[in-house]
């Protein structure tokens, strides 16, 4: 099976401008969640998604959103972008909605803002 | 609020020595315990889970353990390779917050030849 795919890899923006990441989880896989990373934080949950439901949320100013498609893929939409949402954004799946299955990453895109 | 903690920071040891990495959380009301490594660059790969129910898990030359009531996991890392070098992240889920994972800070580990 394939793991889970984000794109871009990398991304340079500019502030003020808005920006799109994509997630394909693993297939059969209905959970998708993202996280972003960076040296001072650490790892920080944004959101979670589940048959196309956002289940909960980190967090994060309202200018982070995001969906889920009927196929599980997602997407995460970042607008106004500050200097500070200079990250690696990662995007994890898991089987099903419960807590039994481990999740698993993709390799993230590198957005970084100018 | 849950917290959690990995000691030490970073770590570096000679090929060929066993090593522990550890992980304490501050609430012991999690649902499982996951053990990831990251490589530079590079996103999270998946090693071993334990359930809440679960005392151990083992795969290959990793084995962790976790003892909920003391709010304490760890990694143990046999016959230690330089392909082992990465940093190594700990997370818990805890109940009632979906998917949602709380990370330690991680442990970079570096083993030299």
């Known amino acids: 099976k394939a793991g889970v795919t984000q794109t871009p890899r990398y991304l340079i923006k500019t502030r003020g401008q808005q920006v799109t990441l994509s997630c394909s989880p693993i297939s059969g896989h209905r959970s998708v969640s993202w996280y972003q990373q960076t040296p001072g934080q650490g790892l920080q949950f944004l959101f979670e998604?589940?048959?196309?439901?956002?289940?909960n949320k980190g967090n994060f100013p309202g200018r982070f959103s995001g969906r889920q498609f009927s196929n599980s893929r997602s997407e995460m939409n970042v607008s106004t972008l500050e200097l500070g949402d200079s990250a690696l954004y990662l995007c994890?799946?898991?089987?099903?909605?419960?807590?039994?299955?481990?999740?698993?990453f993709g390799d993230g895109t590198r957005l970084s803002i100018l | 609020k849950q917290e959690v903690t990995q000691i030490p920071a970073a770590l570096s040891v000679p090929e060929g020595e066993n090593l522990v990495l550890n992980c304490s959380f501050t609430?012991?009301?999690?649902?499982?315990l996951q053990w990831f490594r990251q490589d530079p660059g590079k996103g999270l790969t998946s090693l071993l889970l334990i359930q809440s129910s679960q005392r151990e898990q083992t795969s290959g030359r990793l084995n962790a353990s976790l003892d909920k009531s003391s709010g304490r996991s760890t990694l143990y890392i046999a016959a230690s390779q330089p392909g082992d070098s990465a940093t190594y992240l700990c997370a818990v889920l805890i109940y009632n917050q979906g998917g949602k994972l709380i990370f330690g800070q991680g442990t970079e580990l570096s083993v030299k030849p």
């Open positions: 998604y589940f048959s196309e439901t956002q289940r």
């Open positions: 609430d012991s009301a999690i649902y499982n």
């Open positions: 994890a799946s898991r089987e099903t909605g419960t807590g039994d299955q481990p999740q698993h």
